[in-house]
C-alpha cells in the first residue's frame, strides 16, 4: 500500500512558475514509476509526465515537453514537477500516481488527492 500527498499548487500568474512536491510512504518506493496527471473541469484526466524508478527515464507529454521537469529523490519519498513557463492551458487539478515496476506514462493503482493549479492571465 502506497499513500501518496500532494503539495505545492496554487495561483500564478501567465508565464509564471510552479514546483508540485507529492511524497509517498512506504519503503519501496524506488520499485514505483511515478507519474503527474491532471484534470481540467469539464476534461478527461490526461498524463502529463512521468519517471523512472530509478529516475534515469522520464518521458512528457507534448503540451508541456520543454517546460516541465519531472524528477525524484528517492532518500526522501519525493517526486517532483517543476513548471515553468506556465500557461492559462495548465490550469487543472494535478494528481501523483504511482505505478509499481510501471511502464512510463502508465497508470498505476495509487492515486493522491490532488493539488490544484490555477493560471491567471
Known amino acids: 500500500q502506497v499513500q501518496l500527498v500532494e503539495s505545492g499548487g496554487g495561483l500564478v500568474q501567465a508565464g509564471g512558475s510552479l514546483r508540485l512536491s507529492c511524497a509517498a510512504s512506504?519503503?519501496?518506493?524506488?520499485?514505483?514509476?511515478m507519474g503527474w496527471f491532471r484534470q481540467a473541469p469539464g476534461k478527461e484526466r490526461e498524463f502529463v509526465a512521468a519517471i523512472s524508478g530509478t529516475g534515469k527515464s522520464t518521458y512528457y507529454a507534448d503540451s508541456v515537453k520543454g517546460r516541465f521537469t519531472i524528477s525524484r529523490d528517492n532518500a526522501k519519498n519525493t517526486v517532483y514537477l517543476q513548471m515553468n513557463s506556465l500557461e492559462p492551458e495548465d490550469t487543472a487539478m494535478y494528481y501523483c500516481?504511482?505505478?509499481?515496476?510501471?511502464?512510463?506514462?502508465?497508470?498505476?493503482?495509487?492515486w493522491g488527492q490532488g493539488t490544484q493549479v490555477t493560471l491567471s492571465s
Open positions: 500516481n504511482a505505478n509499481r515496476f510501471g511502464k512510463l506514462g502508465g497508470e498505476g493503482d495509487y
Open positions: 512506504g519503503r519501496t518506493f524506488s520499485s514505483y514509476t
